[in-house]
């Protein structure tokens, strides 16, 4: 079975500095997608990045990059430029054959 | 453009009353479909998934049944509510192929 482990439940951050956000997985399959999602205090969940497995150059979404390291089975989260809108809870997640495992999360907060 | 309408926000039940949280999607047609629980200052807990009318998985067992009666339309449901049943319900749709899951703005389900 699948699972996922973000050991980091709470992490700060000064705004505009730099914050990596931890994880790693397990899982038996080949052929997987890693994301991370976010959940602001309002709940909903909105997908801020995602790494196909199979691919070797580390996905990046404005200030939002990933450390994917597949041999370790890593993919930490890394919000650059933090701003007070990106305090929200931060689930990885795993997806293979259709189902997604999430992580317990980390909660991110940002120190104006 | 697909959206996910997912109702109502916020439900508070009875203990033993029946349950039904309902769930439908447009723009897209034959989606995975899944039902998740998070529990407070936890990750999503899969509960229930489906790949087409009237396929249901489910991943735990529960008090707790899904329905899929129409192609964009997803059910939960209970004919007796616990205590336990308490939590915040996301339904989450996906296309084929490992897609990232997009989720509803979930209910938040209280048992008195």
């Known amino acids: 079975a699948q699972t996922v482990t973000q050991s980091q439940p709470e992490m700060s951050v000064q705004e505009a500095e730099t914050v990596t956000l931890s994880c790693t997985y397990d899982?038996?399959?080949?052929?997987?997608?890693l994301f991370w999602y976010k959940q602001p205090p309002s709940r909903q969940m909105i997908l801020v990045i995602r790494?196909?497995?199979?691919?070797?150059q580390n996905a990046t979404e404005n200030r939002f990059s990933v450390n994917f390291q597949k041999a370790a089975k890593s993919f930490s989260l890394k919000i650059s430029d933090s701003q007070l809108g990106d305090a929200a809870m931060y689930f990885c997640?795993?997806?293979?054959?259709?189902?997604?495992?999430f992580g317990q999360g980390t909660r991110l907060t940002i120190n104006p | 453009s697909q959206t996910i309408h997912q109702w109502p926000a916020t439900l508070v039940q009875p203990v033993g009353s029946p349950l039904s949280l309902e769930c439908t999607v447009e723009?897209?047609?034959?989606?995975?479909l899944y039902w998740y629980r998070q529990a407070a200052g936890r990750g999503l807990q899969l509960l229930f998934y489906?790949?087409?009318?009237?396929?249901i998985s489910s991943e735990v067992p529960q008090n707790l049944s899904a329905s899929r009666p129409q192609d964009r339309q997803f059910i939960l449901s209970s004919k007796k509510l616990l205590l336990s049943d308490s939590g915040f319900y996301l339904c989450?749709?996906?296309?084929?192929?490992?897609?990232?899951?997009?989720f509803g703005d979930g209910t938040r389900l209280s048992i008195l």
């Open positions: 723009g897209t047609s034959n989606p995975n």
């Open positions: 997640a795993h997806q293979g054959a259709q189902k997604l495992v």
């Open positions: 489906s790949v087409g009318i009237g396929q």
């Open positions: 899982t038996s399959e080949s052929d997987y997608y």
């Open positions: 790494q196909e497995a199979y691919k070797q």
């Open positions: 989450a749709w996906s296309g084929v192929d490992n897609q990232p899951q997009h």
